[in-house]
């Protein structure tokens, strides 16, 4: 099984609609928890982290389930402008960070 | 937020030459760097934490003599790829992290270097 595992999508959808994303950890000591973007031949960009109470910026929603090892992304009213890979990562021990593979979001309009 | 710059952004060498990657932190002191290598529509791969004043800590199947990593300030991490070739032609990324007992536990990636060994 590998250590972050996310569905690679793509996941297709309407400007407007709401979808949501699942990362799932292996490792059930690890640290902190991270929603990265990644546009094509670009670097990752910090989309924000993710804690246990869960936590909200605008119209994304990142959650935590440590009983289940998963964390997820939702976004709200999509934008063509969110068409993106969404990276998943996941501190482990040390804080070593490992990343997901990725989910791939393209909004049409 | 926090900016990390890389330098080149895009180089393309001959087979056998060395080719030298700067990463510096510019608005923050990083504790801590990642080199990471991604080919095309694949995953970010991790290749080694350096940690400042420290020897780098390379990943599984990482050559380190290959892959030359410095970290000698807390703003510049340095990654060399000595006697490239061209299945070293990849994107490479470095990313800077603060410190983690100071609470963060975020990373900030540069903007890659595209490699391109002829």
């Known amino acids: 099984r590998k250590e972050v595992e996310q569905d690679p999508g793509p996941f297709n959808v309407p400007e407007g609609a709401t979808v949501a994303f699942n990362c799932t950890y292996s490792?059930?000591?690890?640290?902190?928890f991270f929603w990265y973007r990644q546009d094509c031949r670009k670097e990752p960009k910090l989309l924000m982290s993710v804690y246990s109470s869960g936590n909200e910026d605008g119209r994304f929603t990142a959650q935590l389930n440590r009983a289940s090892q998963y964390i997820s992304l939702l976004i709200r009213d999509s934008k063509l402008s969110d068409s993106a890979t969404y990276l998943c990562v996941v501190n482990g021990g040390s804080y070593i960070p490992t990343f997901g593979r990725g989910t791939s979001l393209i909004v049409h309009p | 937020g926090a900016v990390v710059s890389q330098h080149p952004s895009w180089v393309i060498c001959k087979s056998g030459t060395s080719v030298k990657i700067e990463c510096r932190s510019l608005?923050?002191?990083?504790?801590?760097m990642f080199w990471y290598r991604q080919f095309p529509k694949q995953s970010l791969m991790l290749m080694a934490t350096s940690n400042e004043g420290s020897k780098a800590t390379y990943e599984q199947g990482v050559e380190k003599d290959k892959f030359l990593i410095n970290h000698a300030s807390l703003t510049l991490s340095t990654l060399t790829v000595t006697s490239a070739h061209p299945e070293d032609s990849s994107f490479y990324i470095c990313s800077a992290r603060g410190g983690v007992s100071g609470g963060a536990l975020e990373q900030y990636f540069g903007p890659g270097t595209r490699l391109t060994v002829t």
């Open positions: 608005d923050f002191q990083a504790t801590t």
């Open positions: 490792n059930s000591a690890s640290q902190s």
